[in-house]
């Protein structure tokens, strides 16, 4: 009796969590495919090998969560962007250095936003997962508005500052409790940043506020308090403000990237969790063939580690 009535209580617990486990999930897709928007090259040492690049660690990162990777170039029409989403699970923004409203980087990540939100009203399970800028280009896009101001943090890894909701999140909902208590003490989270999101601006934002919960924050260089994970109330939206590949992908000696074991193990299941999120989505390309040919696997990573802090990056 105590068992039954116990699971009767999960089971009403979890009816209110938007996003359950995929192992509670009927239907799921075991060939995922989650797209990466690529970046314009700014940099000038990084010029001569093309127009846009995606660091080779974020495709390692999904990949190593059972995903694979599809480079979305943010240089077409919106026709074409429509299709991709019926093709794709989920949708990864990753760091870098664009403009958040006038970038195409802004205009294509608007696009898939819009097509998410339409597609998780109707049932239609699709994530999206921002990192670093990413996040702050999913700020952007639910605040309508940039808020971002001086956070500096770059070069420095943290430990997290959990909020309550934290242990009751989806993202960190298998996370061992070890794990969840070296996040709170252990400089896990590596932050490459000069702006954010104050607590403050968060908090009297009310598209932010009530779009999505705060995971956890941190102080930065100039005393700012800033909010470093969230995730989106109702829909399979996440961002860090942080980066969980470089835990193990990344290697620069002069960059604090973190690589203990806590680390490897923080960046495994959060790109597990991703992926997972992805399963759930059952968008696929109708023609293998043309799957085959868009994937990442097309493109040869070069190698880049004599000049600039990434050891491999994809060129487009
Ligand atoms: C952590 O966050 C709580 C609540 O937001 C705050 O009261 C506390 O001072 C923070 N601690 C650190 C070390 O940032
Ligand atoms: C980096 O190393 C490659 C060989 O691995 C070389 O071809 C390239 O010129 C080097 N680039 C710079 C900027 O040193």
Known sequence: MLNYLSAFTWLLFVSHVPALPTRFNKHTNERPVIGILTQIVTDEVMKPYGNTYIPAGYVKYIESGGSRVMAIRVDDHEKYYEDVFQKINGLLLIGGAADLETSDFARVAKIFFNLALKANDAGDYFPIWGTCMGMQQLSVLVAGENLLTNTPAENE????????????????WDFPSALMEALTQEPLTANFHHYGLTLET??????????????????????????????????????????????RFSWDRTKTF??????????????????????????????????????IYNHTPLYTGNFTAYEQVYFF
């Not at 908090?203 to 308090?225: H, M």
């Not at 992926?275 to 994937?295: M, Q, T």
């Open 157 to 172: 890894a943290r430990p997290l500052n959990l909020t309550a909701e934290a242990y009751q999140s989806r993202m960190f």
């Open 202 to 247: 968060f908090q009297e934002n009310k598209y932010l506020n009530n779009f999505f919960t705060i995971l956890s924050t941190n102080i930065a260089d100039n005393g700012a308090v800033f909010v470093s994970t969230i995730e989106a109330k109702k829909y399979p939206f996440y961002g860090v403000q942080w980066h969980p590949e470089v835990n």
């Open 258 to 295: 973190p690589h203990s074991y806590h680390a490897v193990q923080l960046s495994t299941l959060l790109a597990q969790f991703f992926v997972n999120e992805g399963r759930r989505s059952l968008h696929h390309f109708e023609d293998p063939r043309e799957e085959d040919k868009v994937l």
